[in-house]
């Protein structure tokens, strides 16, 4: 087992530092920087099914949930098809809504989590086209899929998601980049900037993954925390929402993610001086909003440790840590702001003694139902 774990202390921290090269593996032979273009293989004949889609139905349960939930913002926005995302299990139990002409899209790290497998049965019972994003290859729900593409992370052994994650979210870049593109919504100079900024991101993560030491030092200051909440606007809203699943699940520390705005409607009655508020404030067109939040969570004395685009001057001088990271567009930035939030959460359980590759109660694949 130590040499699988490739000299780290456990799989979740060499499945994290794996993501500058499984993020390559993801893009390799489908994402040319050369010729700036997108080849999905997999999917190629179903294109043009997905281009005239009414809608786009995304299920998944856990982590893939929230891919599928920066997959709604992708397809929206390049695509424009309207998007709903579902629990699996809220899906196939409730007599869904479903058209032939729904395109459903499934996502499972290890394709065999019982309850996506049944909502996918159910929807092709109903007549709809099924694709998968998968990262086991040959297990059940590639095989019960109509098409997909698997997101070749590579094992992923830690229970926590973490290279699976970020997989899943390059597909759905992927995918709605060339639908858009097809489908005349997704400008060609736009495309064509996404797919060089896509042969960048290795690097750009690299460059995150070096600020390891201090993110653990950081990490620190938070052992001892009961609850914590995670906040983000856009794209990074489902990222608030990893982050605060990555802490629950590994530290045992009561998380919840947030968009920004809401925090208003609820969660701001809980901030005290205890309470660390991890904010996904990079620039983006809601960056302005962002800092307000920030503004009132400091005004209410809690913590902020925020994820701040590099050179950023403002928010370092509120926030009580800043990480910074590179820029990126905005629509990629869910695959940079997720990986300090793993590294974050990786160290408070660590420090706090839990057997993060296993923790308590928690099943790397679900397959009861
Ligand atoms: C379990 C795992 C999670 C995972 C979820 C969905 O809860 O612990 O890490 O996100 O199942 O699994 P899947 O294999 O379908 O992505």
Redesign the pocket.
Known sequence: EQIEKGGYDHFMLKEIFEQSSSIHDTIRGRVSTKNNEVFLGGINDVIPKLVNARRILII?????WHAGMVGEYLFEEFARIPVEVEYASEFRYRNPVIFKDDIVLA???????AD?LAAIKLAKEAGATVLGICNVVGSSIPRETHAGVYTHAGPEIG???TK?FTAQVTVLTMMAMVVGYRKGTLPKEEYHKLIQEFGKLPAKIKKILEKDAEIKELSKQYVDSTNALYLGRGYLFPVALEGALKLK?ISYIHAEGYPAAEMKHGPIALIDEQMPVFVAATKDKSYEKIVSNIQEVKARKGHVIAIVTEGDSVISKMADYVIEIPETQEALAPLLTVIPFQLISYYIAVLRGCNVDQPRN?????TVE
């Not at 998944?60 to 893939?64: A, I, L, M, R, V």
């Not at 996502?107 to 989590?113: A, K, L, M, R």
């Not at 928690?362 to 679900?366: G, H, I, N, P, R």
């Open positions: 998944g349960c856990g982590t893939s996502i499972s790290q290890s394709g065999e989590t996506t229970v926590a998601s699976a699940e928690l099943a790397k694949s679900v």
